[in-house]
């Protein structure tokens, strides 16, 4: 079946483009890539479709191990983000705590986590073949699909061959019946075959997907393995005209790859968020939204107007406030019974036990869970340590010219800009559970009131970017032959009710079967005969 599938792949290219440059090279990806390592680093690739331009990496997110790559707006010399990552925690079922990080380790070659999948035990060794990320945009799927309009695949898209959907000819034989990144099936076989009409599903105007898992060299947290796989899919919207155009989606699924179930798994998202100069950052949360940001204390970013003492780049005046939030969280595709919490990585001020970055398993665990380093939890009131009401977040409030004791402008507590955003499960996770969280990032540069601006303003931009990103799909609808070009879904996108219905003269529409973007069936339908 494997061999078939790989002549066909050839005969493809072959017969399509009419040259034997395609094949040389599609023989040279089969002896490289089917070659297995243990470690790899896998090259930066970004997301730049709209006025975010960003690095993404499969072993660490938004820097290049020296520097920011968290270009805002697109194009200028200015980073509102230093660096970030993943952070997997659990528990063992006899207490052990397990923990896989990413952090600045990265910067000298230590990591938690390999490039690629991994079988049940950590079988599976991390091939050159997943030693990166696999980018595509809208526009190539629109290529691909207008190209198979008349049934033949005549401009193969490389970004389009090479997506690694279940069963990919082009996949190493250890990665085949897996599976891996998202793709639209058009005729429900299980299998990756663009040629026949299949494409990578995603939502947005362009994507970027990679997979890595923790069965490697552990050496960032030196601690014991999660024993995870970890898929990602980040997606931007062009969005002109919305604010959604300074947005990322990132939509990460664990899966437990142990041969145990684990409890209190935590996945979180760790940001250095510095918003060009960080010597004048300050951090704070909305925790009605699940999200925590950093911002700038007053209207200018840096001193001495667009200086910076740490020789950057600035944003002088009217500088952005940068978000991180939880906008969704399932298990096994349901929604997950979670704890959601958001965390200054220490703090220099009295009274507060993390005055430096965590050093083991146990550090990470508790920050990873929304409690300082000793376990104890956060607090309302003064320096959130040592009170007696709880929190899960590191302001009760959002920072306010009013005054609010949790207000880190007003109350000036010396909180780490670094930031964990956390999601922790409650319910077991058992061998093959997925747990998927979707993190999205945004920035908002609006005129505000300084010094201590109210960001309760910003609160319904990042209503509509949510509402965006969550009802907006821009990739996943097309139709992938001409013959039922005259089929008609509106309004689309579309919410609760909406019409199918195919122009006059045409077949009968006999059935209709509606999926969601997880490619389940969601109803069935048996129209009239109109």
Known sequence: MRIRGIFNALWVY?????????????????????????????????????????????????????DPQFNYPSGSPVNAVFAGGLWLTALYPDGEILSSVTEY??????????????????????????????????????????????GTLDQPIQEIMEWPGRDNALLPASAMNRNLAPFVDINSDGVYQPESGDYPDFRADEAIW???????????????????????????FAAPNHPASKAQLYTVKV???????????????????????????????????NAIFAYNIDAVDGTNGAACDRGISTYASLPPTVIFQTISSELNGDPANVRNSGISMNSSQGGIVQTSDPTDRSDYFNLAHGRWSDGAPMTVGGNGYGGTVPTNWIFSGVPEASGDPWSECNTMQGLDRRILLNVNMNDPFAPEDEFTVDFLVSVIREAQTYPCPDHNEFIPVLDSIVDYVQNTVVS??????????????????????????????????????????LGRVVEQYSPNEL
């Open 105 to 150: 380790g990265a910067a000298t070659d230590l990591f938690d986590y390999q490039a690629g999948p991994t079988g049940t035990g950590g079988s599976f060794s991390a091939s050159t073949y997943f030693c990166r990320s696999f980018k595509v945009t809208k526009s190539q799927v629109d290529g691909h699909l207008a190209d198979l309009a008349d």
């Open 476 to 517: 996943s609808n097309r139709n992938p032959r001409q013959s039922i070009e005259a089929l008609s879904l509106k309004p689309n996108p579309a919410r609760d009710v909406f019409e199918i219905s195919l122009g006059v003269g045409q077949e009968a529409l006999h059935s209709a079967t509606l999926f969601d973007g």
């Open 210 to 236: 990679w997979v890595t898992n923790d069965f490697g060299p552990h050496t960032a947290s030196d601690a014991d393995l999660v024993g995870a796989e970890v898929q990602v899919l980040a997606q931007a």
């Open 14 to 66: 072959f017969t399509s483009m009419k040259t034997f440059l395609p094949i040389a090279v599609l023989l040279y990806c089969f002896s490289s890539q089917l070659s297995a390592q243990s470690t790899c680093l896998p090259e930066d690739e970004r997301l730049s479709v709209n006025q975010l331009n960003t690095s993404v990496n499969p072993l660490y997110l938004w820097w290049d191990r020296s």
């Open 255 to 289: 899966i437990n790859k142990a041969d145990v179930t684990l409890d209190s798994l935590g996945l979180s998202l760790w940001v250095d968020p510095d918003v060009g100069c960080p010597t004048d950052d300050a951090v704070g949360s909305f925790p009605s939204r």
